[in-house]
């Protein structure tokens, strides 16, 4: 069986999500998204009524933010996410738009025939809080192998 690599993350916005603060945030999710699914690798991402996931509220906090995505391996993620500039011009500024929040991350395999939803996601980000990084939820610095057991090299996390 092959897999793939499925990533949450999430983001509380300082202010409510409409706040012209967010603004140049929120206009930048287009270009950043068309950017992700342009990059090797890059399989799917969770969408709701526009073109990016703000209006699919996963959490009773309205201001939380998520974000969904399938990639094919750890690498193709981490390249998009540390490596390209679009992306990474914006994580640059995230505290401009965003609190700190601990458990923001959640890596973790999947057929790649599979699709996560978003209770799948939240509950490998709960097990991830609650157990610390195992084959079942992990992050990038403490990566898992897929369960075919290719070996794994760990990332700097940087947005920790």
Not at 61 to 85: C, G, H, K
Request: overall charge neutral.
């Amino acid at each position: 069986m092959q897999y793939h690599l499925a990533e949450l993350n999430i983001a509380k916005f300082r202010l409510p999500k409409d706040h012209p603060v967010n603004r140049e945030f929120i206009e930048s999710l287009d270009r950043v998204n068309a950017v992700a699914q342009s990059q090797p690798g890059f399989v799917w991402r969770l969408v709701g009524q526009g073109n990016n996931a703000l209006d699919l509220q996963a959490f009773e906090d309205p201001n939380i933010a998520v974000n969904m995505s399938v990639w094919t391996n750890l690498e193709s993620l981490a390249q998009f996410v540390y490596r390209n500039s679009a992306h990474a011009d914006i994580m640059r500024r995230r505290r401009e738009w965003f609190e700190k929040i601990d458990f923001h991350l959640v890596l973790w395999w999947i057929p790649a025939d599979h699709r996560p939803t978003l209770e799948e996601a939240k509950s490998k980000l709960r097990l991830l809080e609650a157990s610390g990084p195992t084959a079942a939820a992990f992050r990038f610095n403490r990566p898992f192998p897929p369960p075919s057991g290719a070996q794994v090299t760990p990332i700097l996390d940087e947005c920790a």
